[in-house]
Every structure is written in structure tokens, then in C-alpha cells.
């Protein structure tokens, strides 16, 4: 699976907006993007996945430039309750066996 | 069905006993994956479940740790004679069995082990 860089930590304030980058170089052709959310003493959940271009849902927009190699999560008018790590990972959908987490994006939100 | 489970939530063993973790996994998947989760650290991948079919051990997964998924639904996870070391937390997840993109896995809430 494709290794992935980004950033250890990221603060912002409520209400704002927030992007956290994902680099991928090595992704392959049939790779997805898929970001993960994890709350401290619970297991990582799916936020959004996406394979070229934009790709938004209820939670977050993810922004796939045209040659893959980074990612951009983004989460609107961020609250408290985003303080979270945000896992992004890249691989085959269905046909991986695995998962392959980082160490995540620890990002801080505050009034 | 609200998701996947674990139990227990919490396990506090202490060094040299044996420990056993169940994990119910959303009824209609049929893939299921263990994972260890030290703190500070992404979840590092442990096992793997096709229905009841173990297809895939990480190297993390020694001769004394044991899964198991009989009959393709629940599963259970054993480590044996448990170290130090082993404290963490251990965390599953399901997922349906797709190809293409939009697919995901439901992980449960995690059993955190201490051993003392």
C-alpha cells in the first residue's frame, strides 16, 4: 500500500475552516483515498472517501488534484467536537486485506 | 444491528495469564480485521477474516496470540501468557466484501488491556 505523510498536529478555533494534507506519491492506479476520524478511547471512524477530483458528504469535502500524489481533507466551520485524529489512507477498496494507518493528523480545536 | 461490538470494554490481567476478547461484527459482513492500537499510534493491522477463513497473520501477531472466527460471524482473539508489552488497545472492525471504491470498515469501540 501506498505510504502516506501529513501533518502531526493542527490547531484551529471554532468556526473556522480546516484542510489537512495528505501526501501519496507512490499511489497507485487503482488506489482510493479514504480518511478515518478517531476519538480518544474509540475505534477510528470512516469519514470519506474519494478517487479523483471532489468529493463531498455531510462531514467533510475531499480534493483530489489531477496527478493524486496529495489530498486534501476538508472540514467546514470546524466545533470542539472535531478535536479528533484524522487518519488518511490509500489502498484498494474490496480487494486490500488490510488497512495501513499512520500516526494521524492531531488536530486541536478551541474556542 | 448498531455496529460492531467488543467485549469487554476493559481488562486489566495480570503477566503470564491468558486473555480472550470477543468481537461481534455487523451481521451482513463478511470480512473482519484485529487490530493494536499503543497510545500515540495509528492501529497496526493484526488478522484478518474472510467469513472463517484466517487469510492473512501480521508479523506483530506471535505464537501467543490467537484468532479465531468459527462459523464466519463473531470472533475471538486469545493472547497467552500475557506480557507487558501486550497493553494496548484492540480494536476490530468489519467490513462488506466489495470491489471498487466505496467501501468501508465499522470498527468497534476497542478492548483496552493493561497488564500489570
Known amino acids: 500500500l501506498a505510504k502516506t505523510t501529513q501533518p502531526i498536529s493542527m490547531d484551529s478555533y471554532e468556526g473556522q475552516e480546516v484542510n489537512i494534507t495528505c501526501s501519496h506519491n507512490?499511489?497507485?492506479?487503482?488506489?482510493?483515498i479514504t480518511w478515518y476520524q478517531q476519538f480518544p478511547s474509540q475505534g477510528p471512524r470512516f469519514i470519506i472517501q474519494g478517487y479523483k477530483t471532489k468529493v463531498t458528504n455531510e462531514v467533510a469535502s475531499l480534493f483530489i488534484p489531477a496527478d493524486r500524489k496529495s489530498s486534501t481533507l476538508s472540514l467546514p466551520r470546524v466545533s470542539l467536537s472535531d478535536t479528533a485524529v484524522y487518519y488518511c489512507?490509500?489502498?484498494?477498496?474490496?480487494?486490500?486485506?488490510?488497512?495501513?494507518f499512520g500516526t494521524g493528523t492531531r488536530l486541536q480545536v478551541t474556542l | 444491528d448498531t455496529g460492531v461490538s467488543q467485549d469487554p470494554r476493559h481488562k486489566i490481567t495480570k503477566r503470564g495469564q491468558n486473555v480472550t476478547f470477543r468481537c461481534d461484527p455487523i451481521s451482513e459482513h463478511n470480512r473482519l480485521y484485529w487490530y493494536r492500537q499503543t497510545l500515540g499510534q495509528g492501529p497496526e493491522f493484526l488478522t484478518y477474516?474472510?467469513?472463517?477463513?484466517?487469510?492473512?497473520k501480521s508479523r506483530l501477531l506471535s505464537d501467543r496470540f490467537s484468532a479465531e472466527r468459527p462459523k464466519g460471524s463473531f470472533s475471538t482473539l486469545e493472547i497467552q501468557r500475557t506480557e507487558q508489552g501486550d497493553s494496548a488497545m484492540y480494536l476490530c472492525?468489519?467490513?462488506?466484501?466489495?470491489?471498487?471504491?466505496?467501501?468501508?470498515?465499522?470498527f468497534g469501540q476497542g478492548t483496552r488491556l493493561t497488564v500489570v
Open positions: 507512490n499511489i497507485a492506479t487503482n488506489d482510493y
Open positions: 472492525a468489519s467490513s462488506p466484501s466489495a470491489l471498487g471504491g466505496d467501501t468501508e470498515a465499522f
Open positions: 477474516f474472510q467469513n472463517e477463513a484466517q487469510l492473512e
Open positions: 489512507l490509500v489502498g484498494v477498496p474490496g480487494t486490500a486485506s488490510k488497512l495501513t
